[in-house]
């Protein structure tokens, strides 16, 4: 990529994945393998929002009452969003916040929960040839087409002009045909709450609202993913004594966060414990 600045490998590796996630934290991107030594990845980080013309910037948070220091998030600016575009073009979507709100302070964990699940996600899909077509989330903008209208780009649309919004949306490319899934993360116990969520999945689901959405004949999924195991076994459970769910148990299935492993990434739940696969 051309700057006026050198760009070493490490730097556009950087840059790439960023556009790709939107927001990564250290972490993560070392999960990804962008560099082996935090170190040297903390001063790459630096050289490119020190740059004439920073290519990221990165949001520092205060110390957090009970969970400590809370990593920084990192992202492009707009600067080094055309840059990629103009190098990459339609090779790479890219992604990067148009505005800077508040909200990251109180949506900072489940936010780089589903960026998790992103990650964990295209590293499954690439060591096992498949393809990831596409993936939005309740973070991600598009325009309605009113003046000054946007929504989430994980919206589905429903009957009666309503529509809900999933933590995620994405299409995954499997040997067999394209899989549609929606994502919802729960960070929190709020059994109520999570029901309720869920519920408009199935409403959802019963209108075939998704796979008209995006012009499927098949039924697409709802991953539930927890970060509570016991809020997790708790929803199940209550969902299993639900008449409403019995027609759609396949089309729900439930993982915790830290069963998003690799190697244990297409094993989930349905409700009533049996195991089933991510996708036929």
């Known amino acids: 990529m051309k700057t006026k600045e050198i760009l070493t490998p490490s730097m556009e590796k950087i840059l790439v994945h960023l556009a790709t996630f939107k927001y990564l934290t250290i972490s993560q991107l070392l999960r990804l393998n962008v560099m082996k030594d935090k170190r040297n990845l903390n001063r790459t980080l630096s050289q490119l929002r020190q740059m004439a013309k920073p290519l990221i910037q990165s949001l520092n948070f205060a110390v957090h009452p009970q969970k400590g220091k809370l990593e920084s998030i990192h992202y492009l600016t707009s600067y080094g969003a055309e840059l990629l575009k103009r190098y990459y073009g339609e090779r790479l979507p890219v992604r990067y916040p148009k505005s800077h709100s508040p909200f990251l302070q109180f949506d900072y964990e489940h936010r780089l929960s589903v960026v998790r699940f992103e990650i964990e996600l295209r590293i499954f899909a690439e060591k096992n040839d498949l393809g990831v077509s596409f993936f939005t989330t309740y973070f991600d903008k598009v325009s309605t087409g009113n003046e000054k209208g946007y929504r989430a780009a994980s919206a589905i649309m429903l009957e ?30 709020g059994i109520a709450r999570i029901l309720k969520s869920i519920t408009r999945h199935l409403q959802a689901l019963n209108q075939g609202m998704p796979s008209k ?59 009533d414990g049996t195991q089933a696969g991510l996708f036929e």
Not at 215 to 236: A, D, P, Y
Not at 260 to 267: Q, R, S, V, W
Request: net charge negative; charged share 35%; proline share 1%.
């Open 213 to 271: 959405q995006f012009e499927l004949e098949h039924g697409s999924r709802v991953l539930c993913l927890f970060k509570h195991k016991s809020t997790q076994l708790n929803v199940m459970d209550k969902l299993s004594k639900d008449p409403l769910f019995s027609e759609t148990k396949d089309h729900f299935l439930f993982k915790s966060l830290d069963e998003l492993e690799t190697e244990k990434f297409f094993d989930w739940l349905l409700y």
């Open 160 to 189: 009666n002009k309503e529509y809900l919004i999933a933590d995620a949306l994405f299409m995954l490319s499997t040997q067999r045909r394209e899989e549609l899934y929606s994502v919802e993360v729960f960070c929190d116990k």
